[in-house]
């Protein structure tokens, strides 16, 4: 019977097998931050790889991008990060700790968190809010807060070695504002036409107020994001289509289904430019009524186009500013703006319009945390407890292992050569060490889907043991037909 993974258990096995460590661990660690260890740097680029081909590969519509973490400042004026990228925080006069405010908990109703897009900091820290009721998650105290004060998400970093001619820039706190800063670039240099998408993988930072549950929210992250175009008017369809593709995607990756679903965000919730917002949510064992984000997909209209069209305007004022954000707005978008640099001219339709826009966008990290849980088992055989990481074959890290029985009667250097062979196809690991029922249970921690070994019979029939790790069934396997055996059940 299936174990319900508790979050403590999954960090254990994280750190004992090298899937993730804690950031700069040897001087007392970086909080909120985390490296990829062997094992989960391979899980976590079979998670990209998995995206990647869905997304890209596998369409005729969509194309990659892959652009530099430091963009433009106006970049984050016209997309209305500058200004408004910001959550709203209270600080608990008992404990001194800081809070989202949307994040706090309700006494009276003992109500999930709610959810709200960041805020535009001048109207909402102005805004009057009812934290009477609400309860500090630190120390239980009920209604003891200060006034919400806004709190920037984007890190600052200065570009250029001498005072005079530094800039400040910030880190992305997203990818997708790359995509439409290169809309442009993507239409001229390649034969795209709408409706079609860009993809970019890459890491985002925000210096969030509060961190969480290991990789669940960290300062720097990775997204997966695609913005796709499309001609207005077909936006709700192309909407539904992401919605179920990405949906589908987790499914296909061994999500059960019971822990995924949509959350549709209520119309107070949405982003003043977004037409419609869904989040796909995994029931993770931890915080607040367990359902959380893994995914947002939302209909951002026009905006992010029509928004860097303004930004283009006002770049004389930026020269003129001498860099300085805050000394400058958006100029006005053009009466003419169906002219714009952003706009799309539809050849056979003869039509001008400025294309609607549908953003599925993933966290790598937050999705690699799923599948974690989601995979993660214990089960007792023989009276011992065996633990099991149940990956789908794509996601596996190490898709198979190969053992020698024992050391000694040439069976060392024919397992040698079956992994010399199968890592030419995929990630393959070579252990000659200790039991073999040892080593069977190191792999299904590590959640190896096949282990491969050699033993007495192999020099009398050219067999070798295949053992699955779900089942623990055992086949005999011709060693000519390991390869071929491995990548149908794999599906390579
Ligand atoms: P939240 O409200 O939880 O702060 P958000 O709605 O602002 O998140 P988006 O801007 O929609 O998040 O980001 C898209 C995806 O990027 C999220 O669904 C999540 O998977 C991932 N993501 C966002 N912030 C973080 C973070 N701090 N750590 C890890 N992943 C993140």
Known sequence: MAKLAKLDDIVSLCRRRGFIF???????????????????????????????????????????????????????KASGHADKFADLVTVCKKCNTRTRVDHLQDSREGTAEEHTE????????????DLAGKVCPACGTVGQFTPPMAFKLMFETQMGANVDDTMTLYLRPETAQ????????????????????????????????????FIFRTREFEQAELEFFCKPGTDEQWYEHWKQQRFDWYL??????????????????????????????????????????????????DYDLRQHQRGIRTMNDWYESKGDLTKISL????????????????????????????????????????FLVDAYDEEEVKGEQRNLLRFSPALAPVKAAVFPLVKKDGMPDIAMNIYNDLKKQFTTFYDEKGAVGR?????????????ITV?????????VTVRERDSMEQARVNIDQVKTFLREKLDL
């Open 331 to 370: 100029k006005a978008e053009s009466e003419d703006y169906l002219k714009g640099p952003l706009a799309y001219f539809d050849e056979e339709a003869r039509e001008r319009y400025v294309p609607y826009v549908i953003e599925p966008s993933a966290g790598v990290d937050r999705s690699t945390l799923a």
């Open 22 to 76: 804690q950031s700069s661990e040897i001087y007392g660690g970086l909080a909120s931050c985390y490296d990829y260890g062997p094992l989960g740097a391979e899980l976590k680029r079979n998670v990209r790889n998995a995206w990647w081909k869905h997304v890209v590969q596998m369409r005729d519509d969509v194309v990659g991008l892959d652009c530099s973490i430091l963009m433009h400042p106006m970049v984050w």
């Open 439 to 451: 080593r069977y249970r190191r792999q299904d921690e590590a959640g190896t889907p096949y282990c």
């Open 118 to 129: 960041h805020v535009d900091i001048e109207t909402e820290a102005a805004r009057p809010h």
């Open 252 to 301: 296909n990756l061994g999500i059960k289904k019971e822990n995924l679903r949509f959350r549709d965000h209520d119309p107070d919730e949405l982003a003043h430019y977004a037409k419609a917002c869904v989040d796909v949510e995994y029931k993770f064992p931890f915080g607040s009524g367990d359902w959380q984000e893994l995914e947002g997909i939302a209909n951002r209209t």
């Open 455 to 463: 033993d007495g019979q192999t020099k009398k029939d050219n067999t």
């Open 178 to 213: 790359g995509i439409f800063a290169n809309f442009r670039n993507v239409l001229d240099s390649t034969r795209v036409k709408v409706p079609f998408g860009i993809a970019q993988i890459g890491k985002s930072f925000r210096n969030e107020v509060t961190t969480k549950a």
